[in-house]
């Protein structure tokens, strides 16, 4: 049985304009232990549908539809349906997650080592000493020195790595058993991104927890993952084992984002890019809506008009390698 089973998740938000469907009827699973990255552009819905699955979307603003029942070793939840004092037990405790801006995520008027200790307290029935000798062992093994002395530091007292490492610890305090990590290496720089990735395999296999990786870099994620779901507005469009995906990209979106990673052998030659912009949320295009960038069209079998007018369903092609796409298993994508 899977730790998490996420059935036609819909996100909308009404505005003055209209409604816009940010994330429109994706399923997936994640098992225990495994690490399942949800890659995409800015505005796809990577991050609205794990805000949705953590109950932190505002209630007024925003209508959540489908399932996601998460499988505890204590007991069985359905996450959409439950009431906020229900989640708010889950929330930080079973499920945590880590926010792609840590500067904003930590607030700057109490020292880390108060925040730290509230976030234990808050599912613990425990002395603050104890919250406190917790902390002080997850800041050391989260790469902070001197914990003891820097428990007492405010977040603009640490650099953005260490920032994140921060929020590792507060995230794990709980020893969670699933983590969402969101964007964690944004903003970092190369060195920084490889320590605060290789911290979390590790605190992964020492707690045996499942991850949900956020990236808009399939880069970041080839040596993180287990498995990949790529997300386009709004939708999924293709989900495959890591070695899978970055072997045989089932859709052209897929492909477009796999090229436009740096390579060391490109010398100064430009790097590709997936023309043309993502679209509105609020007029996604008729059919497929990657069809006014791609430039595949032409290789699909019915022709252009296909694709304009029928939106492809999310398919196994290959054993266990879905994709939404009309292209058929033989055609080979353009590097």
């Known amino acids: ?43 796809c819905g990577k991050s609205v549908s794990n805000l949705a699955l953590m109950g932190l979307l505002p209630k007024r603003g925003s209508r959540v539809t489908g399932k996601a029942k998460l499988t505890l070793a204590s007991a069985t939840h359905e996450l959409i349906d439950l009431p906020e004092e229900e989640i708010q037990k889950i929330r930080g405790n079973k499920v945590s997650m880590i926010f792609q801006d840590p500067m904003s995520s930590l607030h700057p008027f109490f020292t880390i080592g108060d925040q730290i200790i509230e976030a234990h307290q808050v599912h613990n029935s425990v002395s603050k000493e104890v919250s406190a000798n917790k902390a002080v062992e997850l800041l050391k093994r989260v790469g902070i020195s001197e914990p003891e002395l820097r428990m007492k530091s405010f977040p603009h007292q640490f650099s953005g790595g260490m920032r994140q490492r921060v929020m590792i610890a507060m995230a794990l305090i709980n020893q969670p058993e699933l983590l969402i990590a969101d964007e964690p290496t944004t903003a970092l720089d190369v060195t920084v991104q490889a320590q605060i990735l290789k911290l979390l395999k590790e605190l992964q296999q020492e707690m045996q927890m499942a991850i949900i990786l956020i990236s808009h870099d399939l880069g970041v994620v080839a040596g993180a993952a287990d498995r990949v779901n790529v997300m386009y507005a709004g939708k999924l469009v293709e989900s495959a084992k890591v070695d899978d995906l970055f072997a045989k990209p089932l859709m052209p979106y897929t492909s477009g984002l796999l090229a436009s990673i740096p390579k060391p052998d490109n010398g100064m030659r430009r790097l590709s890019v997936i023309p043309g912009q993502p679209p509105s949320l609020l007029h996604v295009p008729k059919g497929c809506a990657f069809h006014p960038r791609c430039s595949y069209t032409d290789q699909v079998v019915g022709g252009e008009n296909l694709c304009k007018d029928r939106e492809p369903d999310l398919v196994e092609k290959e054993q266990d390698h879905f994709a939404r796409c009309h292209l058929k298993n033989h055609v080979v994508l353009k590097k």
Do not use: H, Q
């Open 1 to 43: 049985m899977s730790l998490l089973e996420v059935s036609n998740l819909r996100v909308e938000f009404p505005t003055l304009d209209g409604i816009v469907t940010a994330v429109d009827g994706i399923s997936f699973n994640v098992e225990k232990g495994e690490t399942l990255a949800i890659v995409g552009e800015s505005g």
